[in-house]
């Protein structure tokens, strides 16, 4: 019995034995998990290494850069609401589906989500199909409207020259039935305020129709169901040379060698009126219904365009082919030329800066009747003119605002953080953008530094003299002239001075 009872204690403590090897391996296998780990995520100092960068196409925008960009948005903001356009928004994802066959080849460069509720999402590409959503859900047939906001490409981002993965698009469009070429021509003139307001240099706004362009297609003998893909070859002649564009339709799109050569005659035409009634009697153009509609539109376009006096600026081209499927009618493209500037060391070159054009069909593709809404719209390439004016303001060393205070108040002496406190509030409440500094007693001579640094045009010096006269010491900082005001007149005093800023 005694015997038995051993064995049964030995054969115990064996189990415990391995047992207690087995949490041991086990705590083991832990451990230098969790130093791998470790290891992973930092030194032994506990600070974890990061890669602090942006995303790939993505940058941040400093206060320097955001002043450069408010310039531009208020420009640009002005002209839409001069041409009485109301504003909107929209999600920045869309269903999948509402994105989906939109764009041609530019397709592949949606992003899409994951989503954890069940829908299948994409961010948005544009603003023009969003917008065409909207109309069709709210059965909207008229609207100006203009919207700006960011959109994603999964695109080879070029950042030195504008081409980004996130960016803002600043959209102004017209739906509605109306008469031809009124509305098309308002958003050729709104392209053509803009750039001029923004003083970016010359440019030239190329115009073309997608039906001049398809019945040339045809007329040069491309199939039905090569139209899209060999409009997207022509679209990359702002960027290549013809004979690329021809070695891509024959070597990869399968076209006919002699199809290609005869669409090459036209492609590399260009010029204005007299371009568009040669072609009108043209003997295979004028055959073709679809291109003798879209030249008559043209013709009537650049009347149109004469009596808005930008016909100079305008130049109808007809390698332009936006490769966007959504487009039906008139397309145009804004371009800024290529100029030698004395304050830069090479020229500037960022292609397009402004593109739309006439799509009559999108709207119906979302209405389940297929209604159609008529709409030309036209998208300011704002990442681009913002990469130019940037450029330009560090070239010309001109020191930029990144606030807009009016007056900074100040203390001549010590002990007066509570006088300078009910100041400040007092003109915060009458609508004065004012600041002051986080000391109790700061020196007078840094509250003056701290206005030249900042470009803050007024100082508002309260004293002890000043207090017992009623009075407020108000001084010019590029002048230096300083003036007593009156307590009670100093806000009106103030907005007198910076209106003339």
Not at 35 to 45: C, I, W
Not at 302 to 312: C, H, Q, R, V
Request: hydrophobic share 40%; charged share 30%.
């Amino acid at each position: 019995m005694a015997e038995e009872a051993a064995v049964r204690a030995q054969a115990e403590t064996v189990r415990r034995l391995k047992q207690d090897k087995a949490d041991a391996d086990e705590i083991a296998k832990e451990v230098a998990k969790l130093l791998e780990m470790k290891a992973q995520l930092g030194t032994d100092d506990g600070k974890h290494k990061f890669v602090l960068k942006t995303p790939k196409g993505t940058r941040d925008f400093g206060p320097k850069e955001m002043a450069i960009r408010e310039r531009a948005f208020k420009a640009i903001i002005s002209c839409f609401k001069r041409h009485g356009a109301e504003v909107i928004d929209t999600p920045v994802f869309e269903l999948k589906e509402t994105l989906t066959g939109k764009y041609g080849e530019d397709s592949k460069l949606i992003y899409d989500l994951k989503d954890q509720g069940g829908e299948l999402l994409s961010l948005r590409y544009d603003l023009t199909v969003p917008f065409a959503r909207y109309l069709a859900m709210n059965k909207i047939t008229n609207i100006k409207r203009y919207h700006i906001a960011k959109v994603y490409r999964r695109d080879n981002p070029a950042m030195t020259r504008g081409r980004y993965r996130e960016f803002y698009q600043c959209d102004f469009d017209i739906a509605g039935q109306f008469d031809p070429m009124i509305p098309d021509a308002e958003c050729l003139k709104i392209v053509h305020e803009i750039l001029s307001d923004l003083q970016l240099g010359d440019f030239v706004i190329k115009v073309n129709d997608r039906r001049i362009l398809d019945g040339m297609f045809a007329v040069c003998g491309v199939p039905d169901s090569k139209f899209r893909t060999i409009c997207s070859s022509v679209d990359k002649l702002d960027k290549v040379p013809w004979e690329e564009v021809r070695s891509e339709m024959v070597g990869e799109k399968g076209l006919s060698p002699e199809a290609a050569d005869r669409i090459g005659e036209y492609v590399q035409l260009h010029g204005g009126l007299d371009l568009i009634e040669q072609l009108l009697q043209d003997p295979k153009l004028s055959q073709n219904k679809v291109a003798k509609e879209g030249l008559g539109d043209m013709k009537l376009l650049f009347e149109y365009l004469s009596l808005f006096g930008i016909t100079g600026k305008i130049s109808f081209d007809l390698s332009l082919a936006r490769g966007l499927d959504y487009y039906t009618g008139v397309i145009f493209e804004a371009v800024l030329l290529q100029q030698d500037n004395e304050h830069l060391e090479e020229p500037l070159s960022v292609g397009s800066v402004a593109g739309g054009g006439r799509y009559d069909g999108l709207v119906g593709m979302f209405d389940a009747k297929g209604r159609k809404v008529p709409c030309v719209g036209v998208s300011i390439g704002i990442e681009r003119i913002f990469s130019i004016l940037e450029q330009r303001l560090e070239a010309s060393e001109e020191k930029i605002r990144t606030t807009e205070t009016q007056v900074l108040v100040a203390s001549a002496q010590k002990k007066l953080l509570e006088e300078r406190l009910k100041l400040i509030s007092e003109l915060w409440d009458a609508g004065i953008k004012a600041e002051m500094l986080y000391k109790k007693n700061p020196k007078l001579l840094n509250q003056l530094q701290y206005c030249e640094e900042t470009g803050i045009p007024l100082v508002a010096i309260v004293g002890e003299q000043e207090l017992k006269d009623g009075v407020v010491k108000l001084r010019i900082v590029a002048t230096r002239e300083e003036v007593n005001v009156r307590r009670e007149s100093l806000v009106e005093e103030i907005r007198i001075r910076t209106s003339q800023c």
